[in-house]
């Protein structure tokens, strides 16, 4: 796939995952999701410019998924611990009480949530599900990859579909940005205005 379907596969697995989150009144998490799925997903694609990684090799494999994850992990604890936890006392000991604003209250209690070990569970989901998402949009290539690698050097590909193909990348993106469209609408007011 090219960038333009990966966004689109991305942005298509994104669809549901938010929309439930949102019914489920984790905003926080629902952004921060989004947020990390996008900046995520395209990393197996810098193998081009890292000597001695070749394209669609190792970068692309479940290793790989694996090792970000707990990348992301460890950024989300350090996230939690240095920043969204201090930032949730200082609100409610300082700007909570001098107001009565909804949202700062909202806001307060989203910070709240977000703890260390939270932030580390979704770094880590957000981590292997980014590099997933992307390993998805390239073995449904005709190249296909290798996703045992170093363990096995089995290469599956799901279908014919060819990774330049503009249609394809293009159906692809289309299809994400209206299922994005279709969940924002959903959650909007005026989703059940209409008979």
């Known amino acids: 796939m090219y960038r333009h379907g990966h966004i689109g596969i991305t942005l298509l ?83 909570l009480p001098a107001t009565n604003i909804t949202a700062v209250t909202i806001a307060t209690e989203q910070l709240a949530a977000l703890t260390p070990e939270t932030l580390a ?22 190249s296909g990859i290798q996703p045992f690698l170093p363990f096995s050097r089995r290469r599956i590909s799901l279908s014919r579909l060819r990774a330049a193909s503009t249609l394809t990348n293009t159906i692809f993106l289309l299809l994400g940005v209206l299922a994005m469209v279709t969940v924002i609408f959903a959650l909007s007011p005026f989703a059940g205005a209409f008979p």
């Not at 770094?123 to 290539?141: E, K, Q, S, Y």
């Open 13 to 95: 697995t994104l669809a549901p995952i938010s929309y439930a989150l949102v019914q489920n009144g984790q905003f926080a998490f629902a952004g921060l999701l989004a947020l990390g799925l996008l900046f995520v997903e395209p990393l197996p694609d810098n193998d081009h410019w890292i000597p001695g990684l070749s394209h669609r090799g190792v970068s692309h494999s479940l290793l790989t998924a694996c090792i970000v994850g707990l990348v992301c992990a460890g950024c989300g604890w350090v996230l939690g611990r240095y920043l969204t936890v201090p930032l949730a006392h200082w609100l409610q000991t300082t700007v």
């Open 121 to 142: 569970g979704l770094g880590f989901v957000i981590g292997v599900l980014g590099i997933c998402v992307h390993l998805a949009g390239d073995i449904i290539t005709v």
